[in-house]
């Protein structure tokens, strides 16, 4: 259990370090003016998407739903557990948000300035004050 518990973490890390960067790149790429920068950004989002992002977030929640399969009586009936996970199902949508967002640049269709990915980049954090919280201290409510 306790491997599984060690690359659950291992996992949570490698996908909020792509969650915490992916939305700044999105600033640059909206403040690029020269084809060849915008160009550069676009390679960049789509390595971190696909090649950190994404099987980091599909390793979170395997690995995290193997943990719970270990002991689901008390997973289940824990309210920090169910908070927690109500966590990570917003973080699954933020995660296709930035999705969403990367084709749009893409596509060069996104009406969104850089200021509104700048607050954007801040929500995981917020996210993730709350799973450690909870996670930690497992507060009786």
Same mark, same amino acid.
């Given at each position: $259990?306790?491997?599984? *518990?060690?690359?659950h973490?291992? =996992? &949570? ?13 999105? +600033?640059?790429? &909206?403040?690029?003016? %020269?084809?060849i920068?915008? %160009?550069?950004? $676009?390679?960049?989002?789509? *390595?971190?998407?696909?090649?950190? $992002? #994404?099987?980091?977030?599909? =390793? #979170? ?6 943990? /719970?399969?270990?002991?689901?009586? @008390?997973?289940?009936? =824990? #309210?920090? $557990?169910? !908070? ?11 995660? @296709? ?7 749009? !640049?893409r596509?060069? /269709?996104? %009406? *969104? ?16 004050? =709350? &799973? +450690?919280?909870? +996670? &930690?201290? *497992?507060?009786? /409510?």
């Amino acid at each position: $259990m306790l491997w599984i *518990k060690a690359f659950h973490i291992i =996992a &949570v890390i490698c996908w909020f370090s792509a969650i915490f960067y992916l939305p700044r790149l999105y +600033v640059y790429h &909206v403040l690029s003016d %020269d084809q060849i920068s915008i %160009d550069r950004f $676009m390679i960049m989002e789509s *390595k971190l998407f696909w090649g950190i $992002m #994404t099987p980091s977030a599909v =390793a #979170t929640v395997f690995l995290g739903g193997w943990l /719970i399969s270990l002991n689901p009586n @008390y997973f289940f009936s =824990a #309210t920090w $557990m169910q !908070l927690k996970l109500g966590f990570v199902c917003g973080l699954l949508v933020y995660h @296709y948000l930035c999705w969403h967002y990367m084709m749009q !640049l893409r596509e060069n /269709i996104c %009406d *969104k300035k850089h200021r509104f990915f700048r607050f954007f980049n801040e929500v995981p954090v917020l996210v993730m004050v =709350a &799973v +450690v919280l909870l +996670v &930690v201290i *497992k507060p009786a /409510i």
